[in-house]
C-alpha cells in the first residue's frame, strides 16, 4: 500500500529543483557574459562611431548585455549559423532598440536629415549622378563648412533610418546592413529576401561617389574602424565620418526611390 504523499515534502522537493536549475542558469549566463563582454563592446563601439558623443555608450553597452542573453536563449545551433554571428544581430538589434527609445535626436535635426536627403535626391536627379558637397551646400543655402557640420549633426538619425528594413519593418534577416553580411538564415524564403535585399543594395553601393563607396567597402567588409579608414585614406577621421553619412543617406535615398518605384 503505498504512504500518502507529503505536500510540504513535494513543494520543498520543487523548489530546490528550481533553485538548482536558477543557480545553474546564472552560471551558464555569467559564463557566456565573460566570454562574449568583447562582442558586445565591439558591435557598441561601431554603432557608437556614428552618434553624438552625448549618447551614452553605458546605457547601450546595457541593452547589449539584454541581446546577448536574448541570443543565448533563442540560438538554434540546428540551423548551421554560428553563435557569434547570430549574438551579433541580437546584441545589434537591442542597442539600436535602445537608442530608437532614448528619442534623442530632436525633431529639428530629423527635419534637417530629410531636407539634406530630400536636396540630394532632386540634385542627383537632375545631374543623372551624385552631386557633390558644394552643389548641395549650394542647394541649401548654406556654405560647404556648415553643411559639413550638419551632417556631424544628422548621422545618428541616418544610420537608424538605414538599419530599418528595405520592407518597413525590423526583423534581423531583413534589415539593409545585415544585407552586407554573408551570414543568412536557412530558410529558403528567408534566403530569397536577403538576396533580393543585396542585390538593391549592392546597385546603390555601385552608384556611389567613388571615396564614399571606399568608406563603405572598408568599413562594412573589411571592418575597420573610422579612424582606420582616415588613416588609410589619409583624411581625418571626422571626414571619414561625414563621407559616411552622405553615403548612408544616398543609399537611403536610392533604397526608398527603388521601392517607390521611382526612377534611380
Not at 554560428?82 to 529639428?108: C, H, P
Not at 536629415?113 to 530630400?118: G, H, K, P, S, V
Not at 588609410?232 to 535615398?253: P, Y
Amino acid at each position: 500500500m503505498r504512504s500518502a504523499v507529503n505536500p510540504e515534502k513535494v513543494v520543498r522537493t520543487f523548489v530546490e529543483r528550481s533553485d538548482r536549475r536558477r543557480k545553474a542558469n546564472c552560471k551558464v549566463k555569467q559564463a557566456v557574459l565573460s566570454q562574449y563582454a568583447p562582442l558586445v563592446k565591439y558591435v557598441v563601439s561601431r554603432i557608437a562611431a556614428g552618434l553624438p558623443r552625448n549618447v551614452d555608450q553605458e546605457d547601450l553597452f546595457s541593452a547589449g548585455v539584454l541581446g546577448l542573453l536574448d541570443a543565448l536563449e533563442k540560438y538554434d545551433a540546428g540551423k548551421g549559423t554560428k553563435f557569434e554571428t547570430y549574438a551579433v544581430w541580437r546584441i545589434r538589434g537591442a542597442v539600436l532598440d535602445e537608442l530608437r527609445s532614448l528619442d534623442w535626436a530632436s525633431r529639428s535635426t530629423r527635419r534637417k536629415a530629410r531636407e539634406i536627403e530630400e536636396v540630394c535626391r532632386r540634385l542627383d536627379q537632375k545631374f543623372g549622378r551624385p552631386a557633390t558637397e558644394t552643389e548641395v551646400a549650394h542647394a541649401l543655402g548654406v556654405p560647404l563648412t556648415e553643411y559639413l557640420h550638419l551632417l556631424d549633426e544628422i548621422k545618428g538619425t541616418v544610420l537608424l533610418s538605414l538599419d530599418k528594413s528595405a520592407h518597413g519593418d525590423d526583423r534581423d534577416s531583413g534589415t539593409l546592413e545585415s544585407c552586407l553580411d554573408l551570414a543568412v538564415d536557412d530558410d529558403p524564403l528567408q534566403l530569397i529576401e536577403s538576396e533580393e535585399d543585396k542585390q538593391l543594395l549592392a546597385e546603390a553601393v555601385n552608384q556611389l561617389p567613388e571615396q564614399e563607396r571606399l568608406v563603405i567597402a572598408l568599413y562594412y567588409f573589411e571592418e575597420m574602424t573610422l579612424r582606420e579608414i582616415g588613416e588609410t585614406l589619409e583624411i581625418s577621421e571626422s571626414r571619414v565620418s561625414q563621407v559616411h553619412t552622405c553615403a548612408l543617406m544616398r543609399l537611403r535615398g536610392r533604397v526608398r526611390r527603388f521601392l517607390c518605384g521611382e526612377a534611380a
